[in-house]
């Protein structure tokens, strides 16, 4: 849209972007905190592109309770949405025939005194334990462009409305606001738009820090009978049917004992241009570990998203002027144990309290806000992140090799038999087609299962699933810089991966005579489910993914 738009200037104290775990911790902490000392509170507001809060949480997920037992240590008795407390554990490796469980469980993936929860259900909660302290969350409140002034943060631009495909306003034409703060909170998620954007404008966020890297994970919620899995059971599995010289592995999580979680997670640092984590989850179900917990039963709900698994070395610095990250958007997750949401939590409590002090200094420097990097790095989310610091990279070698680093890595604090590796992003791994099948054979998307839309599901059945809607009328919120290379050039060299790698059907190559290689690239960008993969995964970097208009997006209910 034209920059001389007139748009509305709205003012605030605290902005906070992103109604997850960590913006709700920061938000409610400052709430209590400054009751607690008696002071006033300074105003506050919480925008977040979901339709309501939790609409786009999506995780696992089991959850540590360390975090929320210290940000509401009365969180049982306030009703939070609790699915079972985890009882027993296991963790197999999967081959195409046989599941061997292991007899000795790896202590990251103990799982006593945790609760498998629905993160959409429990950020819902969350969020109504901060309306009660009197602070609103805006939902569907999408931030389009992080305002950046002379190096400083100063706040952020939200999406227009009523904008027409080729860019023009529609008759219902409502510009975006300019939505200005003394301190941007980014707690958006993973690979989020306008924290991507603040590590563009203020490289020293990220200098001298390990490339962040990612898993995409894909999940369904199924009604089973009753007797194929216990409340509180937590399975874990490696091997099939990710190859050994890739990273992944899945789940099954029983949330009662007709109610389970399944899911897998592909590394997007894969080799292979035809990676398909969609088709990889689906491939999963068909082993007869997963297949006699759900054979018989329904799905109910599906959804995807990135996971960031680089580590303690892949974090990005926490402040700048005008400016804290937190919760996955900053990497709070532990890749050794699959959990983020009691980290994310502490993140957003300990910047509260440092949103306090520099409050009462009216000080929103860099410096100022500094004491929040000082209280993460004395606290135990510090301690747990660095112990897990090598974790992903151990298994850079391949499964095998990642195994035996990740149990050094047990017995000698985290480091392992090499500390920071040095990684590279995870588009540079790609392949071409003829390279990766001179090295590696046949390719993952020939290993696929034929879907039957009862057991196993393509990707447009399951996005129905997600609930993802879209208004279709709009510019494309997947922002291609160059369809020449799309259509021609990627064609040639990788077979169009986008195709693959996407979860929701979003990118097809379709017959066109006219184009040079006889197909083209048709965008769906209603389908969606904002797991940012395209973004991270595309081999050229020439996807984009920005924000499309608030409130759209998936429907993450019971995941």
Not at 14 to 29: D, M, N, Q, S
Not at 92 to 104: D, E, G, H, Q
Not at 475 to 504: M, T
Request: hydrophobic content about 35%.
């Amino acid at each position: 849209m034209a920059t001389e738009i007139e748009r509305e200037i709205l003012e605030t104290d605290i902005l906070i972007v992103g109604a997850g775990p960590a913006g709700l911790a920061c938000a409610y902490t400052l709430a209590t905190t400054a009751e607690a000392a008696g002071v006033e509170l300074p105003e506050i507001l919480i925008m977040d592109k979901g339709k309501y809060a939790g609409a786009h949480s999506l995780s696992g997920a089991v959850m540590d309770p360390r975090g929320i037992v210290e940000l509401i240590p009365d969180f049982k008795e306030r009703g939070a949405p609790l699915e079972a407390e985890c009882q027993d554990d296991s963790f197999y490796f999967l081959t195409a025939n046989s599941a061997l469980k292991a007899p000795l469980l790896p202590p990251p993936l103990k799982n006593h005194g945790n609760y498998i929860i629905s993160l959409n259900k429990f950020t819902s909660w969350l969020s109504e334990q901060v309306e009660a302290t009197g602070i609103d969350v805006f939902a569907g409140l999408a931030g389009y462009t992080l305002l950046v002034e002379n190096d400083r943060v100063v706040g952020v631009q939200t999406v227009d409305l009523g904008v027409d495909k080729d860019g023009s306003p529609k008759a219902n034409f409502e510009p975006g606001s300019i939505i200005r703060a003394k301190l941007t909170i980014l707690c958006e998620g993973v690979h989020g738009n306008l924290t991507r954007e603040a590590f563009e404008k203020i490289p020293a966020l990220q200098a001298d820090r390990l490339p962040q890297q990612y898993l995409t994970g894909v999940k369904e919620v199924w009604e089973v009978p009753t007797g194929r899995i216990k409340k509180g059971e937590v399975i874990h599995t490696v091997g099939y049917p990710q190859p050994n010289h890739e990273y992944g592995g899945g789940w099954v999580y029983g949330m009662s004992e007709t109610m389970v979680s399944v899911g897998y997670a592909v590394g997007l640092d894969s080799p292979d241009p035809t990676n398909d984590p969609h088709g990889k989850f689906q491939r999963y179900k068909t082993h007869k570990l997963i297949r006699a917990i759900l054979d018989g039963g329904e799905m109910l709900h599906y959804g995807a998203k990135a996971i960031p698994v680089g580590g303690f070395y892949s974090m990005p610095r926490l402040t700048h002027d005008g400016l804290m990250i937190c919760g996955d958007s900053a990497g709070f997750l532990n890749a050794s144990r699959l959990k983020g949401i009691h980290l994310a939590i502490k993140s957003g409590q300990l910047a509260g309290e440092a949103v306090l002090q520099a409050c009462q200094a009216d000080d929103f420097s860099g410096q100022q806000l500094s004491s929040y990097e000082s209280k993460v790095r004395e606290s135990w989310a510090h301690d747990e992140l660095f112990a897990s610091r090598n974790f992903h990279t151990a298994f850079a070698g391949g499964l095998f090799a990642g195994l035996f680093h990740a149990g050094f890595q047990q017995v000698t604090g985290g480091r392992g038999l090499y500390d920071r590796r040095e990684t590279q992003r995870d588009h540079t791994h790609m392949l071409k087609r003829d390279a990766f099948a001179k090295e590696h054979g046949t390719f993952s998307v020939n290993k696929l299962p034929k879907y039957d839309n009862e057991f196993t599901y393509d990707k447009v059945s399951d996005v129905y699933k997600s609930g993802t809607q879209h208004e279709e009328h709009q510019p494309s919120h997947l922002v291609i810089a160059d369809y020449d290379i799309c259509n021609d050039r990627c064609v040639k060299e990788y077979g169009n991966p986008c195709q693959h790698f996407c979860p929701a059907s979003v990118y097809n190559m379709v017959d066109d005579p006219s184009a040079t290689h006889g197909t083209r690239l048709q965008l769906t960008p209603s389908n969606c489910v904002h797991c940012k993969t395209c973004d991270i995964a595309d081999p050229y970097q020439v996807i984009r993914w920005v924000t499309p208009q608030g409130g759209e997006g998936p429907n993450y209910t019971n995941l």
